[in-house]
Each structure stands twice: as structure tokens, then as C-alpha cells.
């Protein structure tokens, strides 16, 4: 998925980067309340491309990591006027691009971490082994040959185990190891893990904007739902706070009334398919700013 995606940024956001607003609007700004706010000095934000928030206004090109400045890093940070504030999340990460340069140019994410860091913000683990990749880009291509069914769940499930849910088991440990090592590279720092939102519905359909057959829908949800329970142990095992955005964002999947999420066409003033609109990365600053508190 990392290369289809650096293509795609590169495509949309160098030709038509001016198109983009420069001002953020009212769903943009930054949470107006918060209860006792802590005192941050540094805060280092890591992640892939539901941190970066590529294509929400105002994006920077970053190297190719397609980063907004309203992502929810972002919004914390000004909300808690830090004066040290390092966004390092990258459209298309990995588990791995915390430790090796991901891009030319771009350095491993944890490089940014110090030991005078006092917060710190994570999110990964979608891009390991492709699992969003293929729930989004592999499966709707099998929707035309069985469109009432599930032909993904049964193609994943082809040689008696699920491939995607077993990845995801992988992705688990790897978001553990991930977490342990932040909080040892950052030994002062209040670590936050914040999960991934809801991007199927659980009942329904909407095949113009998630094109996926009938039956997928619940098992995308169940996949989905897998890989955000996989930070929330990372979480909890670490003692890090964890962010439960999937839980939050229920109603406001891709087929939803309000969605949070991007369907399948891309809108170079709002977001690209399939990732957040800015209302879902105001939410998530929110609920960072809340675990805060």
C-alpha cells in the first residue's frame, strides 16, 4: 500500500498542492475547552497516514509523508501551546519505518524521540502487512464476482485460516514492541496510543463510497476492529493511555450521515480516499486532549 499511496500523494498533492485552502474552518480549529491541562514542553507525534492527515488543509509535502498542519498532533499541540512540538508521522508507515528511513530523506521516526521528551503520540500498525491495502484496494476488486456474498473473507480464507486476521495477530506484537521501545528512548514522557476509527459501517451498505460485496462489510468491520484492539493492548500492557477513536467514531463511518472517513474518491481539498476528514482528526485531538487531562 506505501507505494501506491506515495504515488498517489505525489500525483495529487505536487500538481495541485495550490488548490488546497490555507485556512483551516470551523471543524479545522482546535478544541476551545480542556480540563486541566498538562504542562508539555516536547512532544514528538508518530504515525502513518491517520496521524499525517494527507490532503486535510493546510498539507506540507514533508519529504513525501503528505502531513497536515491540522492533523491531530497538530491541534493538541497548539491547544497545549507546546513549545517543542516534532510531528514525525508518515503517509504509508510501517512498524518498521520507525526504525529505518522510510523515504529519502526521511529519517526513522524514532530519531525524534529524546529523553527530554515529555509526550509522546502513537499510532501504527494499519500499513503492516498491507491489511488496509487489502481491505480497501484488493477486496472491492472481488465485489463484481460475488456481490451479494463475501468473496474477500472467503479469499482470505482459502487455505483455512484468515490471512488478514493472522497478520493482524503479527501486527499486534509488532505495535507492542513499538510502544515498549517509545517509552524506553523517552523514559519521562506521557505515552498516548491512539487507535484507528471505524471505517465500515456495522449494518448496511454503501457500495458507490466503500465498494465492497454485501457480506465484506461485517468482516472489514471485524478486521478493522481486530487492529484497533491490537493498540489498545500495546496500551495496556505498556501502561500507556489509549484513545479508543473506534469507539468514538461509531456512526460516523464511510457510509454514514457525517462520516469521519473519506470514501473512495479522493478530494484534494478534504482528504484522500479512504483516510480521515479533518472533523475526524479535530475528534481525535479532542480525545488526546481528554486522556490528558
Known amino acids: 500500500m506505501k507505494s501506491r499511496l506515495h504515488a498517489l500523494f505525489t500525483g495529487l498533492i505536487v500538481a495541485g498542492l495550490a488548490t488546497i485552502a490555507t485556512t483551516a474552518g470551523p471543524a479545522d480549529a482546535a478544541p476551545a475547552t480542556r480540563l486541566t491541562p498538562p504542562v508539555v514542553t516536547r512532544y514528538v507525534a508518530l504515525g502513518d497516514s491517520y496521524t499525517a492527515g494527507p490532503l486535510i488543509p493546510v498539507t506540507q509535502v514533508a519529504n513525501g509523508c503528505f502531513r497536515s498542519t491540522n492533523n491531530y498532533p497538530s491541534l493538541v499541540a497548539r491547544a497545549l501551546a507546546v513549545p517543542t512540538f516534532v510531528d514525525v508521522s508518515c503517509s504509508g508507515a510501517q512498524t518498521k519505518d520507525m526504525t529505518t528511513g522510510q523515504l529519502p530523506g526521511v529519517a526513522p521516526q524514532f530519531d525524534a524521540l529524546t529523553p527530554d521528551t515529555d509526550l509522546v503520540s502513537v499510532s501504527i500498525g494499519g500499513n503492516d502487512f498491507s491489511v488496509f491495502g487489502t481491505l480497501v484496494g484488493f477486496c472491492p476488486t472481488l465485489r463484481a464476482s460475488d456481490p451479494t456474498g463475501a468473496p474477500c473473507r472467503d479469499a482470505m480464507r482459502a487455505d483455512g485460516r484468515d490471512r488478514l486476521l493472522a497478520d493482524v495477530q503479527q501486527t499486534s506484537q509488532r505495535v507492542e514492541t513499538v510502544v515498549r521501545r517509545v517509552h524506553e528512548l523517552a523514559p519521562h514522557a506521557r505515552v498516548v496510543v491512539v487507535g484507528y476509527p471505524e471505517i465500515a459501517p456495522r449494518q448496511g451498505t454503501c457500495p458507490d463510497l466503500l465498494p465492497l460485496a454485501d457480506g ?27 484513545v479508543n477513536l473506534f469507539l468514538a467514531s461509531r456512526g460516523h463511518d464511510i457510509c454514514s450521515a457525517q462520516p469521519w472517513i473519506n470514501g473512495q474518491f479522493t478530494d484534494p481539498t478534504r482528504a484522500l480516499n479512504f483516510h480521515p476528514f479533518a472533523v475526524e482528526e479535530a475528534a481525535a485531538a479532542q480525545l488526546v486532549l481528554a486522556a490528558l487531562s
Do not use: E
Request: charged share 10%; no cysteine.
Open 216 to 242: 465484506d462489510y461485517q468482516y472489514a468491520n471485524q478486521v478493522n476492529k481486530r487492529l484497533t484492539q491490537a493498540l489498545q493492548h500495546a496500551a495496556a500492557v505498556t501502561h500507556s493511555s489509549y
